[in-house]
Structures are given as structure tokens and as C-alpha cells.
């Protein structure tokens, strides 16, 4: 298996763009993670799904994040509109069962500017 | 507040030498127990895990962790630490009371001087 893939692995733009990142989880994994790491705050969890359907969100944090998944091999996470503060490491994860260890992908740096 | 805990930002070591790195967490239950690695510009890697059972996990590269109810501490451990090893260390938990989610605990950065 490839792992989880994530897309794209740079992404630089200005403030007030629209921004979408993307995530593969490992096939037959059933959770997939979205998760932020910034120096102020390291890793935080945004948003996790089960079978495709958003289980908590609470840590996505305003509304201007959003995120989908409208199929189980497929997630999105949208910024918009973006901003500086946004600019950190996103990074999407996967796991078989709940509990389990999660397989992380490579992670999408963002920087706004 | 429920939380993970690793004291230490920063670890010096020399290359050859015995490793530490210590992961505290507060929770009720036990929870389960993981240990990642990021080396720089790269995603995590899970070195070891502990759900139940034998507290002494091993884990891949060479290392291992114990797990102390006690103490409500999953220490890492290396005999050895190759330059290799220089990279950031996370521990992670799975609460019980937190359904599926993984808490971090801040990381520590370890150096290897040669």
C-alpha cells in the first residue's frame, strides 16, 4: 500500500484565496483525521470521520475551515477565506479501527501570505 | 487538566549513549499509548504502542517503552542512539473518555552529537 497520500505537499498564497488540500487514506481504513502543527500550538486535531460521516469537528476552528469526505478513499479540507494565521503544517491520518494507531501521511506545508 | 505531558523540549545525547525520553499523562482510565517520530519535514511514524498486557513494549529502530500505571507514565527508551535518531519524539494517547481521539503531548527534539 502507498499510505496515506496527501496533496498537494506545498501550497503558497495570499490572503483571502481559497485554499484545498487533499487526502488518500490507506484503503479499508475506516477513520481518517485531519490534523494541524504549528510551533505556537503543535498538533492539534481539526476534524475526524467514520465511514465517510464527520464524527467531531470541535476542533476545526472557525467556519471558515471546512471539510468533506465524500467518498471512502477521499477528503478535503477547504480554507476560505485564508489567512496568515492559517500557515502551518496540515497533516491527514488513517486508521483501521477506533483506538488504533493512526498512519500518518506527509503532511501539506501551507503558507499564507 | 487531563493532558500528556513530556517534560523535556529539548535532549542532548551522544551518539552510543543510553536514551530517556519521559511522557506523562492525566486521565482516568488507562488509556491506550503510542509513541511517533518525525524527522524533519516528514509525517509521523509510529515507533510503538500499548494497549494492554506486558508493560515493556518494543517498538521498531531499536526502541522500547514502559508502561507505568503508578506512575501514569509510557517512558522511551534506547540503549544505543544512532545519529539516525535525531528527530522529534511525540507521545500520544487514545483517552477512554475521549472516544477515538489521539492527544499529543508538545514533543521533544532530540540532538545526537557525534
Known amino acids: 500500500d502507498a499510505g496515506v497520500i496527501q496533496s498537494p505537499r506545498h501550497e503558497v498564497t495570499e490572503m483571502g484565496q481559497e485554499v484545498t488540500l487533499r487526502c488518500k487514506p490507506i484503503?479499508?481504513?475506516?477513520?481518517l483525521f485531519w490534523y494541524r502543527q504549528t510551533m505556537m500550538r503543535g498538533l492539534e486535531l481539526l476534524i475526524y470521520f467514520n465511514n465517510n460521516v464527520p464524527i467531531d469537528d470541535s476542533g476545526m476552528p472557525e467556519d471558515r475551515f471546512s471539510a468533506k469526505m465524500p467518498n471512502a478513499s477521499f477528503s478535503t479540507l477547504k480554507i476560505q477565506p485564508s489567512e496568515p494565521r492559517d500557515s502551518a503544517v496540515y497533516f491527514c491520518?488513517?486508521?483501521?479501527?477506533?483506538?488504533?494507531?493512526?498512519?500518518f501521511g506527509p503532511g501539506t506545508r501551507l503558507t499564507v501570505l | 487538566a487531563q493532558s500528556v505531558t513530556q517534560p523535556d523540549i529539548h535532549i542532548t545525547v551522544s551518539e552510543g549513549a543510553s536514551l530517556e525520553l519521559r511522557c506523562n499523562y492525566s486521565y482516568g482510565a488507562t488509556p491506550y499509548l503510542f509513541w511517533y517520530v518525525q524527522s524533519p519535514g516528514q509525517g509521523l511514524q509510529l515507533l510503538l504502542k500499548?494497549?494492554?498486557?506486558?508493560?515493556l513494549v518494543q517498538g521498531i529502530k531499536g526502541f522500547e517503552a514502559e508502561f507505568k500505571r503508578s506512575q501514569s507514565s509510557f517512558n522511551l527508551r534506547k540503549p544505543s542512539v544512532h545519529w539516525s535518531d535525531a528527530a522529534e519524539y511525540f507521545c500520544?494517547?487514545?483517552?477512554?473518555?475521549?472516544?477515538?481521539?489521539?492527544?499529543f503531548g508538545a514533543g521533544t527534539i532530540l540532538r545526537v552529537k557525534s
Open positions: 491520518a488513517s486508521a483501521l479501527a477506533a483506538g488504533n494507531e493512526q498512519f
Open positions: 500520544a494517547v487514545v483517552p477512554m473518555e475521549y472516544g477515538n481521539k489521539l492527544v
Open positions: 500499548y494497549f494492554s498486557g506486558d508493560t
Open positions: 484503503s479499508g481504513h475506516d477513520y
